[in-house]
């Protein structure tokens, strides 16, 4: 890396800077984000000079951030009270790789139930030796395992089938994708307990929610590492989350991952529900349906700049985003500047877990001309996010399921970001 001032060489073309310069000393840092302004003495705000707010039972944002939310796309049943719906996470207005509870994408498919869970039980039986009935606080005696993982939504991102661009921020078109810290019991210690009748390949989860939501799932998942959940980030799973007790299956597409879990029962071969039917498979160009593709493939999406922010002034910035694989570890996230034509490697920020979010950033210097950001995912499968018409030639775009191309967004001259197709 040759630097010579404040300038550096680039990685790739349109401006993008080598990813060690974040490790290259803070005084050209500085000068570059800041312009060099010269510092003046801090004038005392009115906030300095008075006691400020008394504690609460529990804590929320601050009245300025009331813009960070999650956005609402409602498909309303008339038919119900709560229909079916989602509601989104703002990743641009994010940081890091853990989201808030408050802010982890829901989406349900008859409403949120109010359950007591004293009242809540968890049945295990079908092919097993010993049906068995938890309540929660049973469950709560048993050893708790923590895992970090993502849950996304298998429709994520599903308005980039779409022949036309996409409106909409990161949040409306990548936002039904979340990661927290999840505790729970592992369910092959509680499998194990029931005892596995070996013709078990299967097993049914089902949910508690008026829609009697329930998906198909191979016993061999179940029995490596997937969890029942009671604690998220800490605290008791939020009721639009599952409370008071949810299936997680990490790396598996997010309507797999049960919420209200009250029902297991271990089959011989898939149940073929409702919702693995009706829905959540692919829908190929020669008509056929591509079932049971539950793992979510490796990939990356910039969330800042992206459409709804504005660069303001020439100059560097730090283009940051997430990547993550439903196959295991993120390997390398590379950026583009130019569409494609180009990539440098960005920095991964640790820790880098498997099927989790991981964080990367690129420094970069805007000249103020157009460039197309783009971001692509390697993951330690040695499986690369393939381009859109990549995609598309291989599914075609009858799908509403699965996209993980590439995102592009467009950079105009006057610095305003927009999605596009290269």
């Given at each position: 890396?040759?630097?010579?001032?404040?300038?550096?060489?680039?990685?790739?073309?349109?401006?993008?800077?080598?990813?060690?310069?974040?490790?290259?000393?803070?005084?050209?840092?500085?000068?570059?984000?800041?312009?060099?302004?010269?510092?003046?003495?801090?004038?005392?705000?009115?906030?300095?000079?008075?006691?400020?707010?008394?504690?609460?039972?529990?804590?929320?944002?601050?009245?300025?951030?009331?813009?960070?939310?999650?956005?609402?796309?409602?498909?309303?049943?008339?038919?119900?009270?709560?229909?079916?719906?989602?509601?989104?996470?703002?990743?641009?207005?994010?940081?890091?790789?853990?989201?808030?509870?408050?802010?982890?994408?829901?989406?349900?498919?008859?409403?949120?139930?109010?359950?007591?869970?004293?009242?809540?039980?968890?049945?295990?039986?079908?092919?097993?030796?010993?049906?068995?009935?938890?309540?929660?606080?049973?469950?709560?005696?048993?050893?708790?395992?923590?895992?970090?993982?993502?849950?996304?939504?298998?429709?994520?991102?599903?308005?980039?089938?779409?022949?036309?661009?996409?409106?909409?921020?990161?949040?409306?078109?990548?936002?039904?994708?979340?990661?927290?810290?999840?505790?729970?019991?592992?369910?092959?210690?509680?499998?194990?307990?029931?005892?596995?009748?070996?013709?078990?390949?299967?097993?049914?989860?089902?949910?508690?929610?008026?829609?009697?939501?329930?998906?198909?799932?191979?016993?061999?998942?179940?029995?490596?590492?997937?969890?029942?959940?009671?604690?998220?980030?800490?605290?008791?799973?939020?009721?639009?989350?599952?409370?008071?007790?949810?299936?997680?299956?990490?790396?598996?597409?997010?309507?797999?991952?049960?919420?209200?879990?009250?029902?297991?029962?271990?089959?011989?071969?898939?149940?073929?529900?409702?919702?693995?039917?009706?829905?959540?498979?692919?829908?190929?160009?020669?008509?056929?349906?591509a079932q049971f593709k539950f793992q979510l493939d490796a990939k990356a999406v910039i969330t800042k700049p992206s459409p709804g922010f504005q660069l303001k002034q020439q100059g560097f910035y730090e283009i940051?985003?997430?990547?993550?694989?439903?196959?295991?570890?993120?390997?390398?996230?590379?950026?583009?500047?130019?569409?494609?034509?180009?990539?440098?490697?960005?920095?991964?920020?640790?820790?880098?877990?498997?099927?989790?979010?991981?964080?990367?950033?690129?420094?970069?210097?805007?000249t103020g001309q157009p460039a197309v950001l783009q971001a692509r995912c390697t993951d330690d499968t040695g499986y690369t996010q393939p381009a859109r018409d990549v995609l598309i030639a291989a599914r075609g775009?009858?799908?509403?399921?699965?996209?993980?191309?590439?995102?592009s967004w467009n950079i105009a001259a006057d610095g305003e970001v927009k999605h596009v197709y290269v």
């Amino acid at each position: 890396m040759k630097k010579t001032g404040n300038q550096l060489e680039p990685a790739a073309a349109n401006g993008l800077l080598d990813r060690r310069f974040f490790l290259a000393g803070g005084a050209g840092l500085a000068a570059l984000a800041a312009g060099g302004a010269r510092a003046e003495p801090l004038a005392i705000p009115e906030w300095t000079k008075k006691p400020g707010a008394w504690f609460t039972a529990y804590g929320q944002p601050s009245k300025y951030e009331a813009k960070v939310g999650r956005g609402a796309i409602v498909e309303h049943n008339p038919l119900y009270e709560s229909g079916p719906g989602s509601v989104r996470t703002p990743l641009q207005f994010l940081e890091g790789m853990i989201t808030p509870n408050g802010l982890h994408f829901e989406r349900s498919h008859n409403g949120i139930p109010d359950i007591d869970p004293d009242r809540h039980r968890l049945l295990i039986h079908g092919l097993v030796k010993r049906p068995l009935v938890f309540t929660m606080e049973d469950l709560a005696r048993y050893p708790m395992t923590s895992r970090i993982s993502f849950v996304e939504c298998a429709g994520n991102s599903g308005a980039l089938y779409a022949k036309a661009a996409a409106a909409g921020t990161a949040q409306a078109l990548h936002g039904l994708l979340s990661c927290a810290e999840w505790t729970g019991v592992p369910l092959a210690l509680l499998l194990d307990e029931a005892g596995v009748d070996p013709k078990a390949q299967w097993l049914l989860a089902e949910g508690a929610d008026a829609a009697s939501m329930s998906r198909s799932v191979p016993l061999a998942k179940a029995m490596d590492d997937a969890l029942v959940c009671l604690y998220q980030n800490g605290e008791r799973i939020r009721p639009s989350n599952g409370y008071p007790l949810r299936l997680l299956l990490p790396g598996f597409q997010g309507n797999m991952n049960v919420k209200w879990l009250h029902r297991i029962k271990l089959t011989a071969a898939p149940t073929m529900t409702k919702d693995e039917t009706s829905k959540y498979s692919l829908l190929l160009n020669d008509g056929k349906v591509a079932q049971f593709k539950f793992q979510l493939d490796a990939k990356a999406v910039i969330t800042k700049p992206s459409p709804g922010f504005q660069l303001k002034q020439q100059g560097f910035y730090e283009i940051s985003g997430l990547a993550w694989s439903g196959n295991g570890k993120v390997a390398k996230v590379e950026v583009s500047a130019d569409g494609g034509k180009t990539w440098a490697p960005a920095a991964l920020s640790e820790p880098v877990i498997s099927k989790a979010l991981t964080r990367f950033r690129i420094p970069w210097h805007w000249t103020g001309q157009p460039a197309v950001l783009q971001a692509r995912c390697t993951d330690d499968t040695g499986y690369t996010q393939p381009a859109r018409d990549v995609l598309i030639a291989a599914r075609g775009n009858r799908a509403a399921y699965h996209n993980n191309a590439i995102t592009s967004w467009n950079i105009a001259a006057d610095g305003e970001v927009k999605h596009v197709y290269v």
